[in-house]
């Protein structure tokens, strides 16, 4: 850690940020453990039932320029508010009703994080300058541990209160991270006020910017890069229970658990590739190559071999917390300055998460048509080639970073 002394604020906004990121993937991969139990009493297929996972996923790209505009009208501690409200609502609305209702509450799920997306990062960027990196980590991290939590409860949950109520409990991390944000907001309002115009000025990139980098093949090739990325995670993010529960026999209880195995070897990555970066002997284009191998050894080990999922869960876990942190590190080498860097991450992100949204519900419908899952995984390992190749042209552009 920085060796700068860590204020008791700066400790109370850390836990409050931490809890906001524990809201950030947690409401929606909490599906995937119990999915078959919502297919059966919703009477839907896995096409439908994939809609539950990739509608937030889908409005990260698409309403993440509404959710720049919230903030900047708005303040970053009102933005975290609404995101938390948001997530609380949208959880309890999910579980109200049949499938059009839990379609709704998932809406309202997705488009409150697509504002915590955005507000967690300038929250880092305003409040940490001089420990970027260690809290980097530490937020990713907490995105991790969310959905690992969810994967591994859920299921239990699911059979003592059903899998309704199995989803509303994780509210509870909203409730949560409201309290620390209040404590958070009532010392800021006993301190001097900020400028949030100045603050929040450089959160949305002008339409001029975002188009001017929209022009250059190298942030192209990074949305394709981290759309590849999201399409392996968020693919078995929704289904590897319930593929394991088929092809590898086991339980569902212990299918959760593996998903939670799974989130839990992603922390290797989000921990582990900043301190390999951080020794200089690997470049980030070379280690993206790297998560790209790794991913290709999870889908085809996968699905030749099955039974030895806790192999492949690990070489999946790492490709899946270590993609991210390579991919932004490439979009900040590829940048001119910082305003350039921010419009960079905001192309990649919008358009990386819009392609990324398909995947569960694209895998969920080539498994329903083919009554079998080697078109889903076959989709899976095409996005790990794709990775590969996409990783050899950035490796070649970013030679010098």
Known sequence: MNREVWSSRDVLLLAALIALALNLRAPFTAVAPIVSEIQAELGINKTVAGLLTSIPVLCFGLVAPFASRCIARTSVETAVMLTLTGVVIGIGVRSAGGIAVALTGTLLIGASITIGNIVALVIIARDFPGRTATVMGLYTSALNIGPMLTAGLSEPLSKLVGWRWALVSWAVFGVVAMALWRQVIAGQRASEAKDA????????????????????????????????????????????????????????????????????????????????????????????????????????????????????????????????????????????????????????QGFGYLFASVGPVLMGALVERTGSWLAGFGLLTACGAALGGLAASLRKRTAGA
Request: glycine share 10%; hydrophobic share 55%.
């Open 197 to 348: 115009s100045a603050e929040l000025a450089a959160v949305e990139p002008a339409p001029s910017e975002l188009a001017h980098v929209l022009h250059r093949p190298v942030v192209w090739l990074l949305v394709a890069a981290f759309a590849a990325h999201l399409l392996n995670y968020y693919g078995l993010s929704a289904w590897l229970p319930e593929y394991l529960q088929q092809a590898g026999g086991l339980t569902p209880t212990v299918a959760g658990l593996a998903t939670a195995y799974f989130q839990l070897f992603a922390l290797a990555g989000t921990l582990g590739v900043p301190a390999i970066l951080s020794r200089g002997r690997v470049k980030p284009a070379t280690l993206l190559l790297v998560i790209s191998i790794a991913w290709l050894i999870t889908t085809i080990g996968l699905l030749m071999l099955p039974r030895l999922w806790p192999a492949w869960c690990i070489a999946g876990g790492f490709a899946s917390g270590g993609g991210v942190t390579v991919i932004f590190m490439l979009a900040m080498a590829s940048a001119s300055g910082l305003d350039d860097s921010r419009s960079i991450s905001a192309a990649v």
